[in-house]
């Protein structure tokens, strides 16, 4: 194999074949690959793409670049995965969930990217939860509570690794055929047999439009579909926060609301529609039904706490949360500055006001601050007279409160018209 002429096949318009891709792929984790033939690759792709068998050889190929799982359990081995936005701490709620629903969640998530928070970052608010573990550790974690959110290791889907940090440097991030790569191979090298994907769409998710995000949608079912994975996807609006706190601790209160029954919303709402999706695909049916009832009856919340201990947590956090999460030491309301009605909010602004607060990443070594953020945010169609908080800001300083402020009333639109909030399940992709 040569990966001088594998680049000139993509510079030609053409697509290589299985084997091809599937050397390149490993000269990316064993280092054979040079980063200027990864940076070619990655941008011949993004120019001229790959064909429906490409893409998927290609997701194959990274996936099987490292270690591959395989579990031998008595349940089906299941997961969920979103394509990142603001206010989303759905994976929390639902592990937990579907653990309780008797199948296994090896759940391997990622940190904060841009604008949108990370679940490990979420979990990290949580005094002592590690979500680095060894194999074994994971292993033993999924066997013994049903489900594990954990780190991908340094041997799962190394080409990934290596590629994407390749692509952040050459502009190749938006290619539909490297996100569909990028994505899968790191999912399916879980050793899944059903994957539920989130799809967002709007002013708070990287895709801003629906066709783009039924594009991307259509291409990662296609592709798991076709590396053997049984995989659905919703397409669900992010045109506001879909929780009412932005901000790791913050976000993992209105988890432990939803968990212990004191909060209901489109946070639930979501759960309960991606669980009882991924359930009946695996031929269990009533999934809806059985993910709401496994919220209600507190299963889900006793999982959570399994799993919270298991993993380095409190023995307690369940029964006593509110005790061990961080608190920032300002505290600021943010007032309405009209009478009105809100008829739009800008996510991303809010996501960026988040990460100026400390509570994401500017750079890759920067240390998130998991007690600030912005909590009690305002909903698309909400009523408000002048005065009325918008949302409250968590901050370390003063001067971090005060930028958060203007933010905050640069990202909310209030207007004299009703609003009504788009739909939050647009499409269902089988």
């Given at each position: 194999m040569d990966a001088r002429a594998i680049i000139a096949t993509l510079r030609k318009g053409g697509t290589p074949d299985a084997d091809s891709l599937a050397w390149f792929a490993q000269g990316l984790a064993d280092g054979t690959v040079s980063?200027?033939?990864?940076?070619?690759?990655?941008?011949g792709v993004c120019l001229n793409g790959l064909d429906d068998t490409g893409r998927a050889a290609l997701t194959a190929a990274m996936r099987d670049s490292g270690k591959v799982l395989h579990w031998d359990l008595d349940a089906p081995v299941l997961d969920k995965h979103s394509t990142g936005g603001v206010g989303d701490c759905?994976?929390?709620?639902?592990?937990?969930?579907?653990?309780?629903?008797?199948?296994?969640?090896?759940?391997?998530?990622?940190?904060?990217?841009?604008h949108t928070g990370g679940t490990l970052d979420k979990l990290e608010a949580i005094p002592g939860f590690r979500t680095t573990l060894t194999e074994d550790q994971f292993r033993h974690v999924v066997a013994k509570v049903g489900c594990a959110?954990?780190?991908?290791?340094?041997?799962?889907?190394?080409?990934?690794?290596?590629?994407?940090?390749?692509?952040?440097?050459?502009?190749?991030?938006?290619?539909?055929?490297?996100?569909?790569?990028?994505?899968?191979?790191?999912?399916?090298?879980?050793?899944?047999?059903?994957?539920?994907?989130?799809?967002?769409?709007?002013?708070?998710?990287f895709m801003k439009s629906q066709d783009d995000a039924r594009a991307l949608a259509r291409a990662l079912v296609d592709t798991a579909k076709a590396t053997g994975c049984p995989t659905s996807a919703l397409i669900t609006d992010m045109s506001q926060p879909l929780a009412p706190s932005l901000g790791n601790a913050l976000e993992v209160i209105d988890v432990m609301r939803v968990l212990t029954g004191a909060s209901s919303g489109r946070l639930l709402d979501l759960t309960i529609?991606?669980?009882?999706?991924?359930?009946?695909?695996?031929?269990?049916?009533?999934?809806?039904?059985?993910?709401?009832?496994?919220?209600?009856?507190?299963?889900?919340?006793?999982?959570?706490?399994?799993?919270?201990?298991?993993?380095?947590g409190p023995v307690h956090?369940?029964?006593?949360?509110?005790?061990?999460?961080?608190?920032?030491?300002?505290?600021?309301?943010?007032?309405?500055?009209?009478?009105?009605?809100?008829?739009?909010?800008?996510?991303?602004?809010?996501?960026?006001?988040?990460?100026?607060?400390?509570?994401?990443?500017?750079?890759?070594?920067?240390?998130?601050d998991p007690a600030v953020g912005l909590s009690d945010v305002v909903s698309i169609g909400d009523k408000l007279t002048k005065g009325q908080p918008l949302a409250r800001i968590h901050?370390?300083?003063?001067?971090?409160?005060?930028?958060?402020?203007?933010?905050?009333?640069?990202?909310?639109?209030?207007?004299?018209?009703?609003?009504?909030?788009?739909?939050?399940?647009?499409?269902?992709?089988t």
């Open positions: 980063d200027a033939q990864a940076g070619a690759f990655a941008m759905v994976s929390l709620i639902l592990a937990p969930a579907l653990a309780a629903c008797g199948v296994y969640v090896p759940m391997i998530s990622g940190r904060g990217l841009g959110i954990v780190s991908a290791s340094a041997d799962i889907a190394p080409a990934d690794k290596r590629l994407y940090a390749i692509r952040d440097v050459t502009a190749t991030v938006e290619s539909l055929d490297l996100i569909t790569a990028s994505i899968l191979s790191k999912k399916l090298a879980a050793g899944l047999e059903g994957l539920v994907l989130d799809v967002k769409c709007g002013s708070g998710a529609a991606l669980g009882g999706a991924l359930l009946e695909q695996a031929g269990i049916s009533d999934g809806n039904a059985k993910i709401d009832q496994a919220i209600a009856n507190g299963a889900a919340a006793e999982k959570f706490g399994a799993m919270v201990y298991a993993m380095g956090f369940v029964e006593d949360w509110s005790r061990f999460l961080p608190e920032a030491p300002v505290i600021r309301e943010v007032s309405a500055p009209k009478t009105g009605t809100v008829t739009a909010i800008d996510g991303e602004a809010l996501g960026l006001a988040v990460v100026e607060l400390g509570g994401g990443r500017q750079i890759e070594t920067d240390v998130v901050a370390a300083r003063e001067a971090q409160a005060d930028a958060a402020v203007k933010a905050v009333l640069s990202a909310i639109t209030i207007g004299d018209r009703p609003a009504t909030p788009q739909p939050l399940i647009l499409e269902h992709i």
